[in-house]
């Protein structure tokens, strides 16, 4: 309500002079003003954005595995007439798209689950034929977070999405999370996985991740992904057979999954290159590594994990797990050469020790691997740039420096518009 004093008016009414009739004008005037200021809207109060629910505490990892997928398998309604069938898609982790040990394991104790707990789903392996069925197909990510649950900072647990996607409608029908303890999870890569030697941000993988991480129940299943589904279920079954070692049959998948309409991509090239050389066939393994070279440039960024000796810009020849890293080498010049393209190498390491000297050690090694590209080809100088990152783009995270992170120890190749 309006203050009183806002409304005063001179008392003396009855003074018929000019000097009261101006007196009175301007005390009218004045009076209005005050009123105006009085009722005035007052000024908006800024809203107060409400705190994000804390994250769940994470959990051992088993414990972590049953809450996500029971979830999925009891939130999806029972029809006591039909079995669906259904297909698990090997789990990955969701930044980079590597299968590990710990991605088996979740994929074996949902299947373990699901025959105890859940008998009106059939479950099978996922192979062409059976998605070729319309299954229910389940999907998941296992990824190292930081305590705000992202791919960044210090790596404080694991983020665990699965989500059940239904073939016949192309959408997404159930859906679980849960948040792991990093202690006693084996990350350590597949076989497959843990040899290949080139890393991109590949469509077909983020179709994958994103049909996990990026829906909610209801929504359609990735296009990318589902467009690529019956090509993954070959790639998967190559991969089997790489891991087996049985790798002429591993030749003849990959060469099957490289005919379909989503067969380029980069899993199809790494596997061509990883089973030929396993077989001593040198030219079709260095014809299969360029075309991942090709692949991953146009995409305009290629991964590689050439990797060091401790503390040394010199590259790790030693033991059974050297590689040829001259025949990589070759291969990245020509390529980038017949595309007339600059590229800016960027040498990674791990966050282990040092911030400072990682930079310095990263910027040292990008040079070394562009003194060799220009040695190796002459045509490129002037169209490469040595830049150091040190840790600031760990793809894994962890700080293990092992084969569990060996990918945020690579040197990526970034194609850039100008040198």
Request: contains cysteine; charged residues 20%.
């Amino acid at each position: 309500m309006p203050n009183a004093r806002c409304f005063n008016l001179p008392a003396d009414v009855n003074i018929a002079s000019t000097q009261y009739r101006l007196a009175s004008l301007a005390a009218g005037l004045l009076g209005l003003l005050a009123l105006a200021a009085c009722t005035s809207t007052p000024a908006p109060v800024a809203a107060v954005t409400p705190s994000p629910a804390p994250l769940p505490a994470p959990v051992p990892f088993d414990q972590a595995v049953l809450k996500a997928a029971n979830a999925v398998f009891s939130s999806i309604p029972a029809d006591q007439t039909t079995r669906r069938l259904v297909v698990i898609d090997p789990l990955v982790n969701g930044v980079t798209g590597e299968q590990s040990e710990a991605t088996r394991a979740i994929g074996a104790r949902i299947v373990d689950l699901a025959r105890d707990k859940y008998p009106q789903f059939d479950i099978e392996p996922f192979t062409p034929q059976a998605v070729g069925r319309s299954p229910y197909v389940m999907v998941g990510t296992f990824t190292p977070v930081n305590a705000q649950n992202q791919p960044a900072g210090d790596r404080e647990a694991f983020r665990f999405c699965l989500v059940m996607a239904d073939l016949q409608s192309g959408k997404t029908i159930a859906k679980g999370v849960a948040r792991a303890q990093l202690d006693g999870v084996d990350s350590t890569p597949t076989a497959f996985f843990r040899d290949s030697p080139a890393w991109t941000d590949d469509a077909q993988v983020k179709g994958y991740i994103n049909t996990c991480q990026a829906t909610k129940v209801g929504d359609p299943i990735s296009p990318v992904y589902l467009d690529g589904i019956l090509t993954a279920a070959v790639i998967s079954e190559a991969i089997g057979a790489y891991s087996a070692g049985r790798y002429r049959d591993a030749i003849d998948l990959y060469n099957n999954a490289r005919t379909t309409k989503a067969g380029n991509q980069l899993r199809v090239f790494n596997g061509l290159y990883l089973a030929n050389w396993k077989l001593g066939r040198t030219e079709p393994a260095a014809s299969a590594f360029g075309d991942a070279v090709d692949y991953s440039l146009s995409n305009n960024r290629l991964g590689v994990k050439f990797l060091f000796r401790p503390g040394s810009t010199g590259l790790d020849t030693a033991g059974d797990g050297s590689q040829p890293y001259d025949l990589w080498l070759q291969q990245i010049a020509t390529k980038a050469t017949d595309r007339h393209v600059c590229l800016q190498v960027v040498g990674n390491t791990s966050k282990t020790g040092s911030a400072a000297l990682n930079d310095r050690i990263s910027l040292l090694r990008a040079e070394y691997i562009k003194s060799r590209l220009e040695a190796d080809n002459p045509a490129l100088n002037g169209h490469l740039i040595a830049n150091g990152a040190g840790s600031a783009a760990n793809l894994i995270g962890t700080g293990a420096d092992n084969e569990t992170d060996a990918l945020d120890r690579r040197v990526d190749f970034k194609v850039i518009p100008a040198c």
